[in-house]
């Protein structure tokens, strides 16, 4: 099928079960919310060699928030709840606490699963509890004043590896359009793009060096075309991006893949859209392009 | 002593020593540069609960990086060379090899200890050797063209905790004061503030929670000015805000600290500069303010 | 009154009838669009010294224009309809069909006074009439290819001069409550702050100067409040800023002035809110902060 | 000639002799400054159709104003000085008056032709002169404290006109070309951008309709590209920029050219770069790019 003129191939994207939790960060001004949030989503690109992933999944106006203040909604997903608690006590501790004006909460109330997340401590006896918009948390003294916080969030079941690839004629092109697609899913709710555009795609293992577990994938690669007998890189393209996704359900996969490659294709010099898989015998999960679009 | 009309009490910083690695990220304009250098600096506040401590030294001119296009410096901190190391590979390896467009290249070319930073194996045999700018680096294949790396990185053994404190009237103008400070402090070379301006700060251990290794410092916390006994909160003074440095040497740190403070006392509403220590028993490093201003 | 412990007065803002005209601006990235709209709404502050008032109202997803691409709708005012017309036209001309990648459309369909701004005779003939997304264009051919452009635009008796006054303790708070309301106004549909935000209010005429038709204020001066007999300045107060907002009815003006008053009392150091008029003589229009809050 | 493996034509800008006067505005924040010179130098893309011609020269740090403060350079160009002043005027006036912690001060003290910007009775009495960092100023009372201002400006005979055009296979290659032109020249002092790039290019007059001044340079229109005989698109190129360089002398524009070209052909997509011209015959001032590069 076509879209706005740029080929789309009949694949789908493999996916797999992650924990996902959802925490509100808010600040005195959507700036400092935003930049509390970088640093504790930075440093979690891929599970394979950082502690966790994490990224923004929308900016909040201050009329929905708890608070009543901007905020920023930031998703951090991992294998398994210990790791994923961990992480999220870890980088609200060091990198939000810590922050400008920040208060955090609860972006799940209504889930069942939930965590602890236990930071009152830190007030050394001078923390106390506090209602915050309806929500039950604990007010800490820090240096700017009150730190703000709710303490037990909830988690869901959500999907880690939703893809989609973008094959354009040269780098502006393909970048101009990744950039585009990861601004459209930033409008959807339930998701983010961790890395946020991947460059550079893998494959389990190697072929050459057996101690690696993942190595460049060739297919991929358009400037090895030509040595590559099974390449994925059709003539005349010249760069290749991947959008990954993480979402709290399959509706989040699908609606941000159609709205990030709807935003794609818009943009001149692209020349394909595809997926990427393992062949369907590793994930549980499979978003089929020609479905969702 | 006072700096424009601001009190500047005689204190002093107490700091310690750390290994500094810098790094110099290229890309195809200024924007993927700084993107891969945020995601690959993030998660890096405080050694204490995060991996290493991390943070963009300076913007580069495109005159100014091996390459000739626009850049990003920079720095990473561990207590231990090991840790330096592990927290560089993986961090280039999923923070910026994985990013558009990128390239990295040693940023301390001079320094004789130095680190290997191997990720050419990710290539799986298609990578080769290639001089640019006149380093030695590995191009690497990706899916939108080359990865340029150079694998040997130069460290120093640099400090770390280089510190001052602003004191405002109310959170407005600290927190403009201490953002002024940090920009300033981006101007000058060997140095970052990897939080970067802290809001919570600690004292070692808890006086109620045996269990927490750190906890508030309470006599810097004005809401409850009233109820410690040896508060170093001025009256009328509503937020505190402390500007944490690493630096690769005595120089880098003092001369940013005299930059940041100066930057800091042209904001309306400062009341009192003042620096952090342990009374000078722990650390083997002491920043005096008044010999630095 | 007191809104969030920030005392309010009872005073009204007097305002006056303006023509006013919103133009979409779209393009291929919300970053380009946002280029062009910055400059086509540059010199426009005040139609005492500029040719028109003009500012940005918000920001367009894809999904909200007619196009499907990113937007950024802005408000033009004008004392008269001739002014306005001869104003978009030029504004459109120079800094909005020579941007990259362009296309304007009409704000206001449903608005029954119409004024033409026909670009398409730059075509020199090879200009030819195209549908988008259900409006009748143009098609200009230019250097990136085609801008596309509605030519008639509708106006409506707009309103010039809604205000209010924030008063802090010192400049960052006050400017920092500014910056808020600004952002917090940009949320309201239906009005623009072309200033955006006003540190020198003006009285009509002078005392001194009898060639002046405006000078300062010195009744919101709070550097000469003591030699100011009928000073409005309160005591303690540093700075004042002036939110003036610009909207298409009488019901943005009041949704605005509300969104803005509640997001600068959320800021710490904020003294006193209160609203400018002339006695109420001058202007038809009177908004009553007591009535709006 | 080739450079980075671009073509680059044989040609020259042909440009014109024009007034400059440089604006040095400094504020409490970069932030603010900027957001003042934007304001000022908006609705000043070409003297064609707008007041006057004026843009950012570059970014000026607090070490190098004269207040200390975060600072940007303004460049104002019109073909009369009495154009240039009464825009000067009323720009410094409007829009930077009026905005939040503003100074503004001669940008080119060693010029002798100068102009007067008084300024100093809106202070209707409250004025009073004031020496800030060597400079003679007026202070004025004003809602958020003093405007500080000289009043007597330096201006040149500068030139107006200098260009190149960029030339890609799409226009995310063009445009991010473009972009990065620019970008380098905001490096290069002198000179400045007023579109900053020029979508649509202009010929003298108009084929078809008489009444046009200038009509669209149909020989620079990929998308007529078959029906121009005369066609100055080459094959495969599908978008053209031209950024129109504004310098205060030859050297400026030519430093500016090199700089923005270097920077245009590091992006991968470019197909060539030219200049334009009138044939020579009007404009007093010839860029060869072959004697530039």
Known sequence: MELNGVQIEDEFAEAFPNWACRVIITAITEKWALQAATEATGFATSAIGCPCEAGIERILPASETPDGRPGVAVLFFAGGKKKLKEQ????????????????????MPEAEERIDVKLHFFG???????????????????????????????IVKG????????????IPAALMAADAAVAAIRNVPGCMCSFPIVASGSKVGS??????AASTNEKYCPTIRDRVEDTKVP?????????????????AIKASTKAGIEAAVKIPGI???????????????QFKLYEIL
Chains 1, 2, 3, 4 share one sequence.
């Open 159 to 170: 999907i880690a590896g939703g893809n989609f690839f973008i094959m354009g004629e040269n």
């Open 235 to 251: 003539e005349g393209v010249k760069a290749v991006y991947e959008i990954v996704i993480d979402g709290i359900d399959e509706a």
């Open 124 to 154: 050394d006896g001078y923390e106390y509890q506090k209602e915050v918009g309806g929500r039950n948390c604990w007010a800490i003294p820090i240096m700017n004043g009150e730190y703000i916080g709710e303490e037990n969030f909830g």
């Open 88 to 107: 999220v006590v870890e980088r609200l501790a060091e990198c939000v606490l810590t922050q400008p004006t920040t208060a955090v909460f609860d972006g």
């Open 271 to 285: 020349k394909l859209i595809t997926a990427g898989n393992f062949g369907g015998n590793l994930g549980p999960y």
């Open 207 to 212: 072929n050459k060096y057996k101690f690696m």
